[in-house]
């Protein structure tokens, strides 16, 4: 099975067919958080897109190599224009919580010195790392293994100073009068290739500031940053072009090129990065090695909205899973949740959404446990799930099509809850059903996730025995042990109702 996958580049569906000649190893830079706050899930609804197609990969037989950058430093607060200009997102930071201590509203654990950004950066990298393994992200994995696998810009500083001397030696960049590095959008005929926009067309003020001074010394509206001397940052390494700070585009194709290779396979980052980061990036990328690609496949998730507008820090309409959790969700069901809408369509984020994404895996868990306990009765060859893992493979094929999957798996789970057990014809045992179940999940990854995060750590199971205990009580008239069941299972967190059609439950979320 080949996967075919939306390339942001070619604006094409490709089949993906990656660099190394064995046609077996596949390298992927995801462009991950910069760590100023908790991340919201939002960015989680990028990073697990990539995750996905990670693990879709890993399904397939390729061996993925996996580089998230964690942004702490260089981050500007106007980098959706070109220019870079505002303030660094990590100073911006170390005041607010500096603020938020005189106020007594300091996170737990936060460094509140408005001169350390370092400390800022330290604590919300760990949140970031925290929250991750929590939502089943493989790359945190790997970098407890080889933390290079998740690098940090500061890292990186001489191999930024190295880039950005080829890109003067080449006449790709130049010092401008205001002794600031810029890029020569206009030495690069490719620019724009990847987003659409044109020299000619671009205005870097557009949707943003305009630094009429920066302007002025730049050879084109469109140049960008890639070092700026500042004395005054908190954050400066000396250069040959002062003590400063490099471009926030300019660590990504660094840290890509230094820990992957020149060319890569794939590139991964929420819609936003489109412009101008990853447009700079392969302009960056492309003149520094003089290869013809950087990156082969650009894979880009939509934005998760609320109430139909993009999920945002600066609009206030966000959750992190922290707030998610406090409110009862759990890390399998807001994995699912963020994962189950095609990454190329806008996701909308609600509580309803995420109480259906509970009960799907309360459905699939309870199907687990009970082939786990069965897996040694006869059935046939090729039971719905075995088939199943087929379809859910080709959708996953077809450009990334989760919800396609799902439905194929969830076809699978219905026939077990008509018949129980599939007739068996005797040649084989429930043990390829399971199988084919728990391969599935190597790409959903939420069976194993409740333990690791949240408060809903829920055995299926136990819930399933008690309402059955409470069935039995009831026909026997002990009203007394069926109430008491009752209350043993709110104390679960869950909650229960008896109507014509049964017993059902459903998982408290306030
Ligand atoms: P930041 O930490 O601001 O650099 O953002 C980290 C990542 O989250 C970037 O790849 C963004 O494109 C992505 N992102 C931000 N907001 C959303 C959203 N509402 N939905 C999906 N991705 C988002
Ligand atoms: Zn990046």
Same mark, same amino acid.
């Given at each position: 099975?080949?996967?075919? *996958? ?21 390298? =992927? ?9 908790? $991340? ?13 197609? @990670? /693990? ?23 980098? $959706? ?26 996170? &737990? ?19 970031? !790392?925290?929250?991750?393994?929590? *939502?089943?992200? @493989? ?23 190295? !880039? ?48 009429? &001074? ?20 908190? !954050? ?17 194709? +660094? ?19 489109? =412009? ?22 650009? =894979? ?31 890390? %399998? ?32 868990? /309870? ?11 006869? %059935? ?5 799930? +075995?088939?199943?893992?087929?379809? =859910?493979?080709? %959708? ?23 018949? %129980? ?41 136990? +819930? ?5 205990? /409470? ?9 007394? /042990? $069926?109430?008491?069941? @009752?209350? &043993? ?22």
């Amino acid at each position: 099975m080949q996967l075919k *996958l939306h390339n942001t580049l070619t604006k094409r569906t490709e089949g993906f067919t990656p660099i190394d000649p064995d046609g077996r190893a596949v390298t =992927f830079y995801s462009c991950g958080p910069t760590v100023y706050d908790f $991340a919201h899930i939002g960015n989680f609804r990028a990073f697990l897109n990539a995750d996905v197609l @990670r /693990r879709t990969l890993e399904v397939l037989g390729y061996k993925v190599n996996q580089v998230m950058n964690i942004t702490d430093v260089g981050h500007m607060t106007d980098d $959706a224009v070109a220019d870079g200009g505002g303030e660094d997102k990590m100073e911006v930071a170390a005041t607010r919580l500096a603020e938020a201590k005189k106020s007594g509203e300091l996170p &737990e654990g936060a460094s509140v010195d408005p001169s350390d950004p370092m400390a800022v950066a330290e604590f919300y990298a760990a949140a970031f !790392m925290e929250d991750s393994a929590a *939502l089943g992200m @493989r790359i945190v994995d790997d970098a407890k293994r080889d933390p290079s696998l998740m690098p940090r810009p500061t890292q990186y500083i001489q191999e930024m100073i190295a !880039m950005v001397e080829t890109l003067i030696e080449n006449n790709h960049a130049y010092v401008a009068s205001d002794g600031v590095v810029y890029f020569s959008v206009q030495s690069f005929s490719a620019y724009g290739e990847l987003s659409g926009n044109t020299v000619e067309t671009l205005r870097s003020g557009e949707g943003g500031r305009v630094d009429m &001074e920066t302007q002025a010394v730049k050879r084109s509206p469109a140049d960008f940053m890639l070092w700026k001397p500042d004395a005054t940052h908190l !954050m400066r390494w000396p250069s040959p072009w002062g003590e400063g700070y490099p471009g926030w585009h300019l660590e990504c194709s +660094v840290m890509a090129n230094t820990l992957l290779g020149a060319e890569i396979d794939l590139h991964s980052g929420g819609e936003d990065n489109i =412009f101008p980061h990853h447009e700079c990036e392969i302009a960056q990328s492309r003149c520094a090695t003089g290869c013809d690609a950087f990156s082969r496949y650009w =894979f880009h998730t939509r934005f998760l909205l609320v109430d139909g507008t993009k999920m945002s820090k600066s609009k206030g309409n966000f959750y992190t899973l922290r707030d998610l959790f406090d409110k009862g969700a759990t890390a %399998a069901a807001v994995r699912l949740e963020l994962i189950k809408t095609h990454y190329r369509s806008n996701a909308n984020f609600t509580m309803q959404g995420l109480k259906d994404s509970q009960r799907q895996i309360d459905r699939w868990r /309870r199907l687990k446990d009970w082939l786990t306990k069965h897996k040694d009765v006869a %059935a046939h060859l090729h039971g719905p799930l +075995v088939i199943a893992k087929e379809q =859910f493979l080709g %959708a996953l094929c077809d450009d990334l099509n989760v919800a396609g999957a799902i439905g194929a798996l969830n076809e699978a789970v219905n026939a077990y809850a008509i018949d %129980a057990v599939p007739e068996g014809s005797g040649s084989s045992t429930l043990e390829f059903e399971l199988k084919a179940l728990l391969e599935m999940d190597q790409v959903l990854g939420v069976f194993d996730l409740d333990t690791l995060g949240g408060s809903g750590d829920l055995d299926v199971s136990k +819930v399933d025995a008690l309402i059955e205990a /409470r069935l039995t009580a009831r026909d026997e008239k002990e009203w007394a /042990r $069926a109430d008491e069941i @009752r209350d &043993e299972l709110l104390e679960m967190g869950v909650a229960i109702k008896d109507g014509p059609e049964g017993t059902t439950w459903s998982r408290i979320v306030q």
